[in-house]
């Protein structure tokens, strides 16, 4: 790379952010969120672990068809096996990435068996092996930091002589501080022959809320690859945030003189719609993208703010992709002010899409006196989560509450059948989702059940998140209505749609269960 200001934005969302235990996306909103990465101007998106499961490798695939600017990574263990499935799935791409990784630490070298020379001879022939499919090859060395750091070099010196092109350093667990994360580049790039002529990139996980410190130093020592995820999203405590790391970048150039090719005001969109299809909520101070991310609630703020925005504000939201306006919206507005005020929240839909929204936006208008930005946002989620074309469908709800008891009676579509089902519980919750199990008998257990409201007054809609866990596959469903009832079945019923396309999904290779890949 000529360009030792540009730091490259490798984009993991779908990968290791897709392994946040809940966060299963489709093969649709795969492709969605590919989309929308490549036209934001990300560097590189790892689509996917091919070899994982049938589903992976179609998604990484189509991904990598569709892809037009971006790099197309796909993500491989270190043997042959893993390195030409990865290349089968990632061949179709205009610009594809074999991304290859190995535990290194002596804790990982346990693991798999191998001692110091053995690990060494394998990296040499799996960097060789993917290198005679690919120009552009990514080695790992899983959980770098605990890696004794002259056997670090020792093989980071290996795959850059086998023909590696980007060397990442991953702080797999999330243990590192930022002055060591910088150490390790900067001693990286003195010691190992040949560190001058590749890319080095950092990967950092949150487990210590320093994911961002830690990338952003290791990029100061010389790193110019930033693996992130859109929010953070992530195993256990998440990812880099990308949204973090490039307006970081952007904000403070006097200490950063670096630029990244992200068109930053995508990424308020891109925030939304990550949250809708994982099914998670971003969190209210969640820093760049939190919904207080630009609120200014103390009197002093306020004062200053109004008096010279930058006071108290560091970015501007435009900056982001947010509107300054949220001008509420009711039953007397057309098609084309919902067109028009959908695209300035960044949803561009298509005729039939935008028919099937406005049809949602009507009848929450007659129940709702005003409808502000939040609550579309709402409702877009909640159209592209609750589809005419899901297996399990809520057709009628009725709820009978009170201090004499509960009871709920429900009919539902279980695919295309209809069927009804009266049932009591221990409040009214409970009683429906007893009547969804009457219906479609389910052993899933309810782990998450969260309820929030989108926007003021007792008119408000809510949006309920559930979580389910069966056979040690966790989904995420999302609904949202003005009848929180209402939407804590619809949000029930989508996760039980998510698990049941989860458990027909190709199960991984048995030795998969012995080898982790939480790079």
């Known amino acids: 790379m000529t360009d030792n200001t540009r730091v490259l934005i490798f984009d993991t969302t779908l990968r290791d952010g897709e392994q946040s235990p809940g966060a299963t996306m489709t093969h649709d909103e ?10 934001m101007g990300v560097d590189i998106i790892e689509a996917g672990f091919p070899i994982a499961s049938e589903g ?14 971006s790099v197309i990574c796909g993500l491989s263990r270190a043997n042959l096996k893993d390195i030409d499935r990865c290349w089968e799935a990632v061949k179709h791409a205009r610009r594809p990435r074999i991304h290859t990784f190995i535990g290194t630490s002596p804790s990982h070298r346990g693991i798999t068996n191998l001692d110091q020379d053995q690990m060494i001879e394998r990296i040499y022939q799996t960097v060789t092996h993917a290198r005679n499919y690919c120009e552009d090859v990514q080695w790992s060395a899983m959980d770098a930091i605990r890696t004794e750091r002259d056997y670090l070099c020792r093989v980071v010196e290996t795959a850059i002589k086998a023909g590696a092109t980007t060397i990442n350093i991953p702080d797999t667990v999330g243990y590192t501080l930022p002055q060591e994360s910088a150490e390790i580049i900067r001693m990286l790039l003195e010691r190992v022959p040949g560190a001058d002529r590749i890319i080095f990139a950092t990967h950092c996980h949150n487990d210590l809320g320093m994911a ?8 100061s020592a010389g790193a110019r690859q930033i693996e992130c995820t859109i929010n953070g999203l992530g195993e256990r405590a998440g990812n880099t945030a990308l949204e973090e790391v490039v307006m970081a970048i952007k904000v403070r150039r006097d200490l950063m003189p670096y630029t990244t090719g992200i068109d930053t005001t995508k990424i308020m969109n891109l925030s939304r719609r990550v949250s809708q299809v994982s099914g998670f909520p971003v969190q209210f101070n969640k820093a760049v993208v939190g919904k207080n991310a630009f609120l200014h609630e103390s009197g002093i703020h306020q004062d200053g703010v109004l008096k010279n925005v930058e006071t108290f504000e560091i970015m501007k939201p435009a900056d982001i992709g947010l509107t300054e306006t949220n001008i509420a919206m009711g039953k007397h507005s057309g098609r084309a002010a919902l067109r028009s005020k959908l695209s300035d929240l960044g949803f561009d839909l298509a005729d039939n899409q935008l028919n099937d929204v406005f049809v949602r936006f009507k009848a929450l208008a007659d129940r709702k006196k005003e409808i502000y930005d939040e609550d579309l946002v709402a409702l877009i989620s909640d159209s592209t989560a609750n589809t005419d074309s899901d297996y399990l469908q809520v057709k009628w709800l009725r709820v009978v509450c009170g201090s004499d008891g509960q009871e709920a009676e429900l009919k539902m579509t279980v695919d295309g059948v209809e069927k009804s089902a009266r049932v009591p519980g221990d409040g009214p919750v409970d009683a429906c989702f007893k009547a969804v199990k009457a219906i479609y008998p389910t052993n899933a257990r309810l782990k998450v059940y969260q309820v929030q409201a989108v926007t003021q007054g007792t008119d408000a809609q809510a949006t309920v998140s559930v979580r389910l866990e069966e056979d040690g596959r966790i989904v995420t469903g999302s609904a949202a209505d003005t009848d929180t009832i209402l939407a804590s079945v619809k949000a029930y019923v989508g996760a039980l749609n998510r698990l049941r396309v989860r458990s027909q999904k190709t199960a991984p290779d048995a030795d998969m269960k012995t080898v982790s890949y939480k790079i």
């Open 30 to 39: 795969k492709l969605e969120i590919a989309q929308a990465l490549d036209e």
């Open 56 to 69: 992976d490798f179609e998604a990484v695939s189509d991904i990598a068809r569709n892809a037009k600017n």
């Open 212 to 219: 961002t410190a830690n990338a952003l130093a290791a990029v």
